[in-house]
């Protein structure tokens, strides 16, 4: 697909501006009147909650109940695992203001868009399913093939051992020790899951839980870390199914699904990190970033991001005569941070080690660059370039403020694939969501507040700062169309 464009808004990382602190964003437990309906299906699907458990006959049915794949608590992007949360929507978290500064102050779903949000996780489903009138959206799970390059060249050690995935059973009835057996069946012999089979009597063994949507309580067992899938032997071709079926004696339904994304495509972002020297201080990046680049981050859309050139960029030693050096001199102190990024990408294409026919920014280059520098842009903390059309570019810059943090390293390089912010507004949006309530790399740390003399003032930090590790599957999709990613190796 087109790369998507930037359009207005702002492209730079700032730090909140001043944080006029209202009315916090939190998980409201409980009551505003209103119905949710999934779809239009059944409304009210919950309400057999709270009632008595009908009294077993002779004829034992099945108890109704609902299996979810969700994410470990410890998880922090070592592969891609992405759902539709309750939160994106129901109304169920207070936003504060929306993303132009408005007074909103109530709970509101976080996504904009949610019918298309919606269809995002259904689109790919072989057999999407609707268990006792409820429509079901499948978790979606991205792993490398663990192969040998007979079976296929391209495959990857790093999920080898597999990934351990939490079951999550929501009631509609209360389940009971009665003899249901919880049977887990993967679709293609490459992706394996153990176990395959769950008894009822092990999950009502954990803790009962209850959560609250926006007045409709659903009670739940969690089973951490209960499911180990993996992919050897082969690389999948299609988006995979593991259905979930809840059997007892001779009745079998299907009650959930994990949907794996297709592997047998896995191509990759060669990174030049370029150390822009312009005084004495070296700009130095956090230490792990490399590790952030290969396993926390572009990972999750099967993409294999590897700094191939770690280089310098001295200042000093370029031609003291050129027009463009004489005029970097002269502001690279300014805090400009347009100035001292468009300056760099164009000393860069004039005089880099590892510049390009075309310039960096064109078509044919094949690499993301990452210039990193000691320089001061205010509370900017990094910012990527445009492309002649004003899509997002092929480099980057990370300034004096941002060097030690993982997420603006990270986020910025998500733009250079193509992303644009989680709230980004307009058509080229692929879905909008508020400004600062959730965990994903392309949202911003802090809540948009109030505007004001020009300026987007914070309500408050996102929940999730400093564990924002999520690309959603829909974002893997934009990234891995990117023209700078090489897929024949
Ligand atoms: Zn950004």
Same mark, same amino acid.
């Given at each position: 697909?087109?790369?998507?464009?930037?359009?207005?808004?702002?492209?730079?990382?700032?730090?909140?501006?001043?944080?006029?602190?209202?009315?916090?964003?939190?998980?409201?437990?409980?009551?505003?009147?209103?119905?949710?309906?999934?779809?239009?299906?059944?409304?009210?699907? /919950?309400?057999?909650?709270?009632?008595?458990?009908?009294?077993?006959?002779?004829?034992?049915?099945?108890?109704?109940?609902?299996?979810?794949?969700?994410?470990?608590?410890?998880?922090?992007? #070592?592969?891609?695992?992405?759902?539709?949360?309750? #939160?994106?929507?129901?109304?169920?978290?207070?936003?504060?203001?929306?993303?132009?500064?408005?007074?909103?102050?109530?709970?509101?779903?976080?996504?904009?868009?949610?019918?298309?949000?919606?269809?995002?996780?259904?689109?790919?489903?072989?057999?999407?399913?609707?268990? /006792?009138?409820?429509?079901?959206?499948?978790?979606?799970?991205?792993?490398?093939?663990?192969?040998?390059?007979?079976?296929?060249?391209?495959?990857?050690?790093?999920?080898?051992?597999?990934?351990?995935?939490?079951?999550?059973?929501?009631?509609?009835?209360?389940?009971?020790?009665?003899?249901?057996?919880?049977?887990? #069946?993967?679709?293609?012999?490459?992706?394996?899951?153990?176990?395959?089979?769950?008894?009822?009597?092990?999950? @009502?063994?954990?803790?009962?839980?209850?959560?609250?949507?926006?007045?409709?309580?659903?009670?739940?067992?969690?089973?951490?870390?209960?499911?180990?899938?993996?992919?050897?032997?082969?690389?999948?071709?299609?988006?995979?199914?593991?259905?979930?079926?809840?059997?007892?004696?001779? #009745?079998?339904?299907?009650?959930?699904?994990?949907?794996?994304?297709?592997?047998?495509? @896995?191509?990759?972002?060669? @990174?030049?990190?370029?150390?822009?020297?312009?005084?004495?201080?070296?700009?130095?990046?956090?230490?792990?970033?490399?590790?952030?680049?290969?396993?926390?981050?572009?990972?999750?859309?099967?993409?294999?991001?590897?700094?191939?050139?770690?280089?310098?960029?001295?200042?000093?030693?370029?031609?003291?005569?050129?027009?463009?050096?004489?005029?970097?001199?002269?502001?690279?102190?300014?805090?400009?941070?347009?100035?001292?990024?468009?300056?760099?990408?164009?000393?860069?294409?004039?005089?880099?080690?590892?510049?390009?026919?075309?310039?960096?920014?064109?078509?044919?280059?094949?690499?993301?660059?990452?210039?990193?520098?000691?320089?001061?842009?205010?509370?900017?903390?990094?910012?990527?370039?445009?492309?002649?059309?004003?899509?997002?570019?092929?480099?980057?810059?990370?300034?004096?403020?941002?060097?030690?943090?993982?997420?603006?390293?990270?986020?910025?390089?998500?733009?250079?694939?193509?992303?644009?912010?989680?709230?980004?507004?307009?058509?080229?949006?692929?879905?909008?969501?508020?400004?600062?309530?959730?965990?994903?790399?392309?949202?911003?740390?802090?809540?948009?507040?109030?505007?004001?003399?020009?300026?987007?003032?914070?309500?408050?930090?996102? @929940?999730?700062?400093?564990?924002?590790?999520?690309?959603?599957?829909?974002?893997?999709?934009?990234?891995?169309?990117?023209?700078?990613?090489?897929?024949?190796?």
């Amino acid at each position: 697909m087109s790369k998507e464009s930037y359009i207005g808004g702002d492209y730079i990382e700032t730090t909140g501006g001043s944080n006029e602190t209202f009315a916090k964003g939190k998980i409201i437990n409980n009551s505003l009147e209103g119905n949710f309906s999934q779809n239009g299906n059944r409304n009210g699907i /919950y309400s057999g909650i709270n009632r008595e458990a009908p009294s077993i006959s002779s004829n034992v049915a099945l108890k109704r109940f609902l299996v979810h794949f969700r994410r470990p608590s410890s998880y922090q992007g #070592e592969y891609g695992f992405d759902w539709l949360r309750e #939160e994106y929507f129901i109304p169920m978290v207070t936003v504060t203001n929306d993303n132009n500064g408005n007074h909103i102050n109530a709970p509101t779903a976080l996504c904009k868009n949610v019918a298309s949000l919606k269809q995002e996780y259904l689109s790919g489903v072989p057999n999407n399913i609707v268990p /006792y009138g409820i429509r079901y959206y499948p978790a979606w799970l991205s792993i490398f093939p663990a192969t040998t390059t007979k079976e296929f060249a391209h495959g990857f050690t790093m999920h080898k051992a597999g990934v351990d995935l939490d079951l999550q059973f929501d009631e509609l009835d209360t389940i009971i020790s009665d003899g249901t057996e919880i049977i887990l #069946e993967s679709t293609n012999r490459f992706l394996k899951v153990i176990p395959e089979k769950i008894s009822v009597a092990e999950v @009502i063994k954990a803790r009962k839980q209850s959560r609250n949507l926006n007045g409709k309580v659903i009670n739940y067992y969690r089973l951490n870390k209960k499911v180990n899938i993996k992919c050897s032997g082969g690389a999948l071709s299609d988006y995979t199914e593991i259905k979930v079926f809840a059997k007892l004696n001779e #009745e079998k339904v299907e009650v959930g699904k994990l949907m794996v994304y297709k592997n047998d495509v @896995i191509p990759k972002a060669e @990174i030049v990190v370029v150390n822009v020297i312009t005084g004495a201080n070296k700009a130095q990046l956090k230490d792990d970033y490399q590790h952030l680049f290969k396993r926390q981050s572009f990972n999750q859309a099967l993409i294999r991001a590897e700094v191939k050139v770690d280089t310098e960029f001295d200042i000093n030693s370029l031609p003291a005569n050129d027009r463009d050096v004489i005029a970097f001199k002269q502001n690279m102190s300014g805090s400009n941070s347009e100035f001292i990024k468009n300056t760099i990408g164009k000393l860069y294409d004039k005089f880099g080690k590892f510049k390009t026919a075309e310039g960096i920014n064109g078509n044919q280059n094949k690499r993301t660059y990452l210039f990193l520098t000691s320089l001061s842009a205010g509370n900017v903390l990094g910012s990527c370039s445009l492309d002649s059309n004003r899509n997002w570019g092929n480099f980057y810059i990370v300034y004096n403020a941002g060097l030690k943090d993982g997420h603006t390293i990270m986020h910025e390089c998500g733009h250079s694939l193509s992303l644009p912010h989680v709230f980004q507004e307009g058509s080229r949006a692929r879905h909008t969501f508020y400004h600062g309530y959730t965990d994903n790399y392309m949202d911003y740390t802090w809540q948009a507040g109030v505007f004001r003399n020009g300026q987007l003032y914070s309500s408050g930090p996102n @929940i999730y700062k400093g564990k924002m590790f999520s690309f959603f599957k829909w974002q893997w999709d934009i990234m891995r169309s990117d023209r700078s990613l090489i897929f024949n190796y």
